[in-house]
């Protein structure tokens, strides 16, 4: 079960999965999504209730051929503009979009976990949302005839999360916002996990969010492994980064320079952040 991250990525992503890297504002993956971008993976479906910077970092990078989500953008500063030319301009590659509200996903995401083949609500029916997503439906409640929407039920081939907390049996503690972190676990057929300490342990408290050993398939421990965003109880979401991504990200010769880099150019994510630290202190 314990890996190292790169290990992790190469026995269980390949090309052409549908693949969920979940984290609501904090706990987002993105050593792991850095290591799938070094290993060249493509064709990837990939879902995300709120895709972010690494989604952007990895559609730009060419590892995308469709995206389902709700809401896309960069936190507080704007556009996502490597998803933007991916759907406006084909570049690098043709991307194709499911498009649902925050609601819609965590619906999806509970029909996966729940092994159901659809879910429904009430949110869609009155909206346009349908006109540009053609898999929200609808069906007539057996009981009170009433129509509700419904959206298909989302099975990630893996999921990746990050989290504060592992055991030595591989028990995984989620703490802070969890959005649709467990559903989105319970949903895929592989969960890989990647976390900021290994305990003997886990000292949750009653009602904690705790992802079971049976559930995970592979671990890796991998210290800040959500930054730029944050990780609660462990370090803060550097907004400077978020500020300075949306300048890298307009131009695509800058974007390229800075991913070849930062992240091509290093062997892991310790690497990462020790280049991110010399071109902060203006060092080559």
Not at 31 to 58: C, F, N, S
Request: negative net charge; charged residues 20%; glycine residues 8%.
């Amino acid at each position: 079960m314990f890996l190292t991250l790169k290990e992790a990525i190469a026995q269980h992503i390949e090309d052409g999965q549908i693949l969920a890297l979940e984290g609501f504002t904090h706990l987002i993956p993105f050593a792991a999504g850095h290591e799938i971008i070094r290993q060249g993976r493509k064709h990837l479906h990939l879902v995300r209730m709120t895709p972010d910077l690494i989604y952007d970092q990895m559609i730009g990078s060419g590892c995308a051929r469709a995206l389902t989500f709700s809401w896309g953008g960069n936190p507080g500063v704007g556009s996502l503009h490597r998803l933007r030319d991916a759907v406006e301009k084909d570049w690098p590659l043709p991307l194709e979009i499911h498009e649902h509200s925050h609601a819609g996903m965590a619906v999806a995401y509970t029909a996966g976990a729940s092994h159901l083949p659809f879910g429904m609500l009430r949110g869609y029916l009155g909206t346009d949302l349908a006109a540009v997503n053609s898999q929200i439906q609808t069906v007539t409640c057996p009981y009170t005839g009433e129509r509700l929407a419904t959206v298909p039920a989302l099975h990630p081939d893996v999921t990746i999360l990050h989290a504060q907390k592992a055991d030595r049996r591989g028990n995984v503690l989620l703490q802070g916002i969890v959005g649709a972190g467990k559903e989105a676990a319970m949903a895929a057929r592989k969960l890989l996990v990647t976390v900021e300490e290994v305990v003997d342990d886990l000292g949750a408290a009653p009602n904690a969010v705790i992802l079971p050993h049976w559930v995970v398939t592979a671990l890796a421990h991998v210290p800040w492994g959500a930054y730029p965003s944050y990780a609660q109880g462990c370090y803060e979401r550097d907004n400077a980064f978020y500020l300075a991504w949306d300048v890298i990200a307009r131009d695509r010769a800058t974007f390229k320079e800075w991913m070849e880099t930062h992240v091509l150019g290093t062997r892991d994510h310790e690497a990462f952040l020790r280049s991110l630290a010399r071109a902060a202190a203006g060092v080559p």
